[in-house]
């Protein structure tokens, strides 16, 4: 079975931290990652997208991918109240579909 | 509208009975997505269009469910003989591109909440 799994939280980080948030998943044939937000009683929004090992930068989020350990995680630097929701990993097989983890509660406080 | 619209936004049903949820996909988008998505859960997928035909309905969780998308736009998603366990909010996306090469980039509407009395 093909899972990614994150831990639910509630990860609590205090205004202008860096908060980091953790996804792995069990395919090795998993080719493309992604980091959806979601905030309460709304739809899933895309934040960032990854494809190959490394790191990707945009504003204050970057994305982390180490496939050799199945891993992938997302920095949010200088944390923000606004950036309190569920963060949500997914993941993309050889097929359509993006698999998505449980997702992350992140509250960011004043 | 710009973007994904579904209806009904909330649905309330008994046991046994049938229902429909429509989805409006963002003009031009030849890919739509089903996902179903319960409390505390990440969503779940159901079934996957490219234009009018279902390419991946591995997700489906058992034949009281079906989809449909016949002019390659709207999409009813249809489920016989509701059951307690299907209250979820059911999601749908749609994206640009086409096939395992897209972004994944996917486009989601706000959602119909069923709930089966």
């Known amino acids: 079975q093909k899972e990614v799994e994150q831990n639910s939280g509630p990860l609590s980080v205090p205004e202008g931290a860096i908060a980091s948030l953790n996804c792995t998943y069990s395919?090795?044939?998993?080719?493309?990652f992604f980091w959806y937000r979601q905030y309460s009683g709304k739809s899933p929004e895309l934040i960032m997208f990854?494809?190959?090992?490394g790191d990707k930068e945009d504003g204050r989020f970057t994305a982390q991918l180490n496939k050799a350990s199945q891993y992938v995680s997302l920095l949010i630097r200088d944390s923000q109240p606004s950036d309190s929701a569920t963060y949500l990993c997914a993941v993309k097989h050889s097929g359509y579909a993006l698999n998505f983890g449980k997702g992350t509660s992140l509250l960011v406080t004043p | 509208g710009a973007g994904v619209s579904q209806t009904p936004s909330n649905k309330v049903t008994e046991k046994g009975k049938y229902v429909e949820l429509r989805c409006d996909p963002i003009?031009?988008?030849?890919?739509l997505y089903w996902y179903r998505q319960s409390l505390g859960q990440g969503p779940e997928f159901l079934i996957y269009f490219q234009g009018t035909g279902a390419a991946d309905d591995s997700g489906l969780p058992n034949d009281r469910f079906f989809a449909v998308r016949p002019e390659g736009s709207v999409s009813t998603l249809k489920i016989q003989r509701t059951e307690r366990g299907d209250s979820a909010v059911y999601l749908c996306?749609?994206?640009?591109?086409?096939?395992?090469?897209?972004?994944?980039?996917?486009?989601f509407g706000e959602g119909s909440r069923l709930t089966v009395l």
């Open positions: 990854i494809y190959s090992n």
């Open positions: 996306a749609s994206s640009r591109k086409a096939g395992p090469a897209e972004t994944g980039e996917l486009f």
């Open positions: 395919d090795r044939g998993s080719q493309s």
């Open positions: 003009s031009g988008h030849t890919a």
